[in-house]
């Protein structure tokens, strides 16, 4: 009997960059002497919290935060004309800008992590790879590259206008 073959390769994650680490990695270890420093004068209290907020802006700008992820073939289905698919990476600025703006309560948008995705690894080197970051799929087919929150929104408004939507239908903008 002939075994299964799967009908296409699926290509591989995209990989982490070495890059993508040194904003955290200089966060933290600026974060923790500065905190040394403190406790060196004494400042007990004040380096705890440096300390902490060292840490949290270590992991806040890492790879290692995974932040939100819908598979993209997901992500794309269920795409209606209104509404955005952004492809993000963790680390990246500029999505972790993005992400902090629009906030996770906006049902019109949906993220796709790069890094956990090989299907959206792919299509964010066809639209030229981590360059493009964060890349926005909008509804109507826009594309907007490297956006910005001020892009995103004004993107997200025309796509939205032009899918019939008026402010009362659609969810807030922030």
Known sequence: MAQPTDPAPRPAPLRVPASAWLRPALLLVGGLLLAALLLAVDQRVAALAMALFALLMGYWTSPLRSGQHTPLASALAARGPGDSVILWAPGDPL???LQTAVRSTRTDVTWVNVYRDA?????LAEHGGREALPLVLLGDGTEVRRASVGAFLDASAAAQEAAGRSDSDGPDPA
């Open 119 to 123: 299907e959206a690894a792919q299509l």
């Open 95 to 97: 999505s972790a800008r």
